[in-house]
């Protein structure tokens, strides 16, 4: 995490488009020219296909952006095996739960990766520093929504391979042993609880 400083809405635009320029257009593994969406909490902009229209909103919301403070921090669950989907999820899900609402967030993973560590790219204007505890407290939601990511699809993944015979829930209780019915001992139920971290 680094921030650069401006007043001026005019010099917020200029400094945070050359970030956003990076994020989207650095070359991939395959070296293949970027072709990143920009994401913000309310919309998506695709620069190579939106041309001048999406880059001066883009650059109308870092002009209006309050405080002077422009953020651009690398986020990374440190989960090698994570989708370009599941980064996005998990790097929104980690900034909203801290109240980060007005972001720009650029996913650099699966096809558009460029190394072998999924991650994402996020410009944040913001009207202050951000403080060790900030920090902090971002790497715990980091933490708790990169279980979340890593569970939930594993949870749905049992319930298609066992069908109506599969329970998952959020309950406590972990992994339940197989239980055979009352009429027929040959015949197993599987039960799977998961549980999620606060």
Known sequence: MNFKTASQGAVKARIGMKSIDYFTRRPTLEAEPGDREVITRDGRFR????????????EKRLEQSNGDHLYRVVMSSGNAGMTAQETERWARSVLERNNIDN?????????????????????IPAEKCFTVEDIRQLRVAGDVEQQQVTYAP???????????ETNVSGKPGGKQPERETENDRSQK??????????
């Open 47 to 58: 620069l190579a296909d939106d041309g001048e229209q999406g880059r001066r909103e883009l």
């Open 103 to 123: 972001y720009m967030l650029v996913v650099h993973a699966g096809a558009q990766g460029h190394t072998d560590h999924p991650h994402a790219h996020v410009l």
């Open 154 to 164: 594993r949870a749905m993944s049992i319930r298609q391979d066992y069908g109506d």
């Open 189 to 198: 139920k599987r039960t799977v609880d998961i549980q999620f971290g606060n």
